[in-house]
């Protein structure tokens, strides 16, 4: 445990992602003004093998910050500088390539897989869209089985099963299989947990961390639920109004908050407690 901390430690002191002056508006609203930024001049980085949270009031932007971190929203300006490679200045082809080690899980793991493909299918086709192994159907099954058994599903039984055939825990560890099945070395997780009970959050987040520490995988946890990123997250950011306001460990943010916004945050998390 020891080594493989060390390991952790080292890793982390590589650079995977740095977001600087991030901005993105949404046009298309019907009031005829100016719409405001949704994100306005976002900055942070994440390390390889870091696990940060992405925390802010509902609206702030944070599920926005994801999908451009992913590629399935364009920012309007800024740098996405992912392992030395400036994202947003590159044809759609090359970041294609050059973003492949990054992929997404959703929060809803009943709409995320679609009803007409088997499990084997809907975790492959990450493969497909990549082009990985073309020309070679056994490697990808291969894969596929490996991606299962990381989740811990047996793949002799679940592999040709359909999602509505499972459970929610279950659809959400293949939901990880798929994001797990090009060996990505970044998963954008967007409120993975929020449709799972309490005890089938914490199975998710600790399959997540075992995934992290055996391959070295840095995660973008969002969240709105500050007491999950305690145990799991490395560290936290926080987003207020599109930026990011404040970042520490899970503890620090939580004990000694420094922007007001934080303050605020943790004081309607308490609220919620007592109620
Ligand atoms: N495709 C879109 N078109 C127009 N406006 C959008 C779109 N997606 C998000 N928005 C708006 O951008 C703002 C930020 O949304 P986003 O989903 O990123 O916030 P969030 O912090 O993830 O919120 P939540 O915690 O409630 O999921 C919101 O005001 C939302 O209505």
């Not at 995320?112 to 493969?127: D, H």
């Not at 946890?221 to 007491?227: E, M, R, S, Y």
């Not at 799991?232 to 004990?255: K, S, W, Y």
């Amino acid at each position: 445990m020891e080594a493989q901390k060390q390991e952790r430690d080292m890793l982390r002191q590589k650079e995977l992602l740095q977001v600087s002056g991030l901005y993105k508006t949404y046009e298309g609203k019907s009031s005829g003004k100016q719409a405001a930024p949704v994100i306005n001049g976002a900055s942070f980085s994440i390390q390889a093998n870091e696990t940060v949270g992405l925390v802010g009031s509902s609206g702030a932007g944070k599920s926005t910050i994801g999908r451009i971190v992913a590629g399935i929203e364009q920012a309007d300006k800024g740098q996405l500088i992912y392992q030395g490679q400036d994202l947003l200045s590159m044809k759609p082809k090359a970041r294609r390539e050059a973003t492949r080690s990054i992929q997404m899980i959703f929060q809803d793991p009943y709409e995320s897989l679609s009803a007409r493909m088997t499990i084997a299918q809907l975790i492959a086709e990450p493969l497909v869209i990549a082009r990985l192994y073309k020309n070679d159907p056994a490697r990808r099954t291969e894969l596929v089985r490996e991606a299962l058994q990381e989740v811990a599903l047996p793949p002799e039984r679940y592999m040709h099963r359909y999602a509505h055939e499972l459970s929610g825990g279950e659809r959400q560890r293949v939901g990880l299989a798929r994001a797990f099945v090009t060996r990505p070395q970044l998963i954008v997780a967007d409120e993975p947990t929020s449709m799972l009970d309490t005890s089938l959050r914490l199975d998710l987040l600790r399959l997540m961390r075992e995934l992290s520490l055996r391959h070295g995988i840095a995660y973008l946890f969002i969240t709105h639920d500050l007491a999950l990123t305690r145990g799991f997250c490395d560290r936290l950011l926080v987003l207020d109004q599109g930026q990011i306001v404040e970042t520490g460990t899970p503890e620090e943010v939580a004990e000694n908050p420094q922007h007001p916004f934080t303050l605020r945050l943790i004081g309607a998390v308490r609220e919620l407690d007592q109620f």
